[in-house]
């Protein structure tokens, strides 16, 4: 099983056998995703696979598969042949991570006949900050199934903020911090187009400096209706089914606001 589960996924039968003589065949640009597979592949079974121009497993970067959206990937496993084709990097680490599900703890791949992109482009979660190990952890889970925003309270040191952002953006997680207009100074160590505002008032005077960054905001809010001030807006489940997360695109009091969370 896939989770979550793809768009399409019709039912296969057999396996792939994963040995040491399998090697992999990178086209395009998807070396990173490739040696992403590699890795997990050495961990799960200690065979340390080489590449090759005419490899069984085949991980290919094509910018002609827009019609998957901008993480939408193709996974196609069978009895003799791995092939993986996205047309972003994003697509190309959701690919893999969909491997790893389906390769079992004795080398097999099962095989699979996926085409996949996600239905929303907001799938994260809120984390306090943890000691930097458990933070790349968090994003390590994070990743494996697919989510890509850490919504995060700032506070400790810079350069531990700024690594976080890095090792995010690195496994394909945006990390949008929650900032208050007396903690706006921060917002050079997030280049999330995102920044979090917490509960607090989007005034005229704090939507201004966002926009002036080319940041969008993203406030709670408690579940009543606010579209005479926020404008279209999309919303997020975030535990609690009281507790909504609210996007607009900048200002508040009649002037168009386009909404920054919404499906894919």
Do not use: C
């Amino acid at each position: 099983m896939i989770i979550p589960m793809p768009s399409s996924a019709p039912r296969r039968t057999g396996a792939f056998t994963l040995t040491e003589d399998v090697a992999v065949r990178v086209t395009g640009q998807a070396r990173t995703a490739a040696a992403m597979m590699r890795e997990l592949i050495f961990r799960q079974t200690g065979y340390l696979l080489a590449e090759s121009a005419d490899g069984m497993l085949m991980v290919s970067h094509d910018p002609a598969m827009r019609g998957l959206g901008p993480e939408g990937y193709a996974l196609l496993v069978s009895n003799s042949a791995v092939m993986l084709r996205a047309g972003t990097q994003a697509g190309l680490r959701h690919g893999v991570q969909s491997f790893r599900q389906l390769m079992t703890a004795d080398g097999t791949v099962r095989a699979a006949d996926v085409q996949d992109s996600p239905a929303f482009q907001w799938r994260g979660v809120t984390s306090a900050l943890l000691p930097p190990a458990e933070m790349r952890k968090a994003i390590d889970r994070m990743a494996a199934y697919k989510l890509n925003v850490m919504h995060v309270f700032p506070e400790g040191d810079p350069d531990a903020l700024r690594d976080l952002v890095e090792y995010g953006r690195d496994n394909g997680i945006t990390v949008v911090p929650e900032l208050s207009p007396a903690t706006l100074d921060l917002l050079e160590l997030f280049p999330s187009r995102w920044v979090h505002i917490g509960s607090a008032k989007l005034t005229s005077k704090l939507a201004g400096v966002l926009e002036r960054h080319g940041r969008l905001p993203v406030r709670w809010h408690d579940g009543n209706s606010a579209a005479d001030v926020l404008g279209p807006h999309g919303q997020l489940a975030e535990g609690d089914p009281g507790l909504r997360a609210i996007a607009t695109a900048g200002w508040v009091g009649g002037r168009f606001t386009t909404p920054a969370v919404v499906r894919a």
